[in-house]
């Protein structure tokens, strides 16, 4: 009689609260509808991560690098990299393969904030048109997979967009137009793709942009002089492109701008004097380029090159005296040029070697033979 009674007023309305509970946790049903569309485009088979993608609620912590906001639970992170230190890494001692593709139905969690699917290696097709109407995204971050076509070509419509990183995949065609309207962007990584046509002459507006990174593609035209409005751009990258013309005049005014590749491209003209004055400049790879005339006599006791490699281009003249007068030089390359006189002496040349120097027309002095 007593248990009935504990029964009927204790528990019953106990197990019914909890339903409530759980009902309002789970993820509204067209979000695990679109995510398990999501899931069936692509293929994991090594490590099962997809088997955790099971039940209603995939809000629950079970749901493998699925996470939702507190508060509408609706899906706002899919954070899925296939080079991780989670256990479940571990447990298989591999990393991880994916093939498939990513399916447009991933643009039905119009809450997301967070897409990383980084690093399976073989996930292929192109990337969704439509995720440019996820206006909320910040992170999109697909690196490391076998992606073909296009960059969506209204990216710019991801006004919120922090981090774009499309690199190491197969992507072709231009960068769209519409990329200077990213106006939130702090981080852009298109390396090593397929990508050709010019960098758009109004690249200059990305004013939140800290780090470029273009490398490793077939990107034609000249460098853009509004790249030197960039006030927090701090790491510029457009090695291994086709890039020709000169290198803008205003590139050595920037403010916190401290590594510039340009190497393996068809730069010509003058070294501009002020991106070897500018003492925030640590990294500066000017190597196999076209450039000419003589190295800028600018450097002072505030130089602090980590490397300055200007290798493989048509310099003449001397190895400007003032180098000798730098705080710190840890690699510097001069080589394969048309440099000559004699190297000079200072404790910036001291720990250098003859490779530094060789394939000149006539230097000489330590570390090459005396003049
Ligand atoms: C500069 O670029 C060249 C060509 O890409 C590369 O071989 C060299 O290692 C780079 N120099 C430094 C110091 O990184």
């Not at 097709?125 to 076509?149: A, H, Q, V, W, Y």
């Not at 109004?202 to 006030?231: C, E, H, V, W």
């Not at 710190?328 to 530094?356: K, M, Q, R, T, W």
Request: hydrophobic share 35%; with cysteine.
């Amino acid at each position: 009689m007593g248990f009935f009674f504990f029964f009927s007023f204790f528990i019953v309305p106990l197990t019914l609260t909890l339903t409530v509970i759980s009902t309002v946790n789970s993820c509204p049903p067209s979000d695990r509808a679109a995510l398990l569309a999501f899931k069936a485009a692509l293929t994991e088979p090594y490590l099962g991560i997809f088997n955790t993608w099971t039940g209603k609620d995939c809000c629950s912590s079970k749901w493998y690098g699925v996470n939702c906001d507190p508060t509408t639970n609706r899906v706002a992170d899919i954070n899925l990299r296939g080079e991780s230190e989670d256990p479940i890494f571990e447990k298989s001692g591999r990393t991880g393969y994916m093939t498939g593709s990513i399916s447009p139905e991933i643009c039905k969690l119009d809450r997301l904030t967070n897409l990383v699917i980084a690093d399976w290696k073989g996930i292929s097709g192109e990337i969704p048109k439509c995720l440019t109407s996820l206006s909320s995204l910040r992170i999109l971050d697909l690196i490391g997979n076998k992606l073909t076509g296009e960059i969506p070509a209204d990216i710019g419509n991801l006004k919120r967009l922090t981090v774009l990183n499309i690199a190491d995949n197969d992507i072709s065609g231009d960068i769209p137009a519409s990329i200077v309207g990213m106006s939130s962007l702090m981080h852009l990584d298109l390396r090593n793709n397929q990508i050709s046509g010019e960098i758009p002459a109004d690249f200059g507006k990305l004013g939140m942009l800290s780090r470029a990174l273009l490398s490793r593609n077939q990107i034609t035209g000249s460098i853009p002089t509004s790249i030197s409005q960039m006030y927090r751009l701090a790491d510029l990258d457009l090695s291994e492109n086709r890039i020709s013309g000169p290198i803008p005049e205003q590139l050595g005014k920037m403010p916190v701008l401290s590594t510039l590749n340009l190497d393996c491209n068809s730069v010509s003209g003058q070294i501009p004097a002020g991106l070897l004055s500018n003492t925030r400049m640590g990294i500066l790879n000017l190597s196999r380029n076209d450039l000419e005339g003589k190295i800028p006599d600018v450097f002072g006791s505030n130089s602090y090159f980590m490397a300055l490699d200007l290798s493989y281009n048509n310099l003449k003249g001397p190895i400007p005296g003032s180098l000798s007068s730098a705080k710190y030089i840890g690699h510097l390359d001069l080589s394969h040029n048309h440099l000559c006189g004699s190297i000079p002496a200072g404790s910036p040349f001291n720990h250098l070697e003859a490779v530094s120097f060789m394939k000149n027309d006539c230097l000489c002095g330590n570390p090459l033979k005396t003049c």
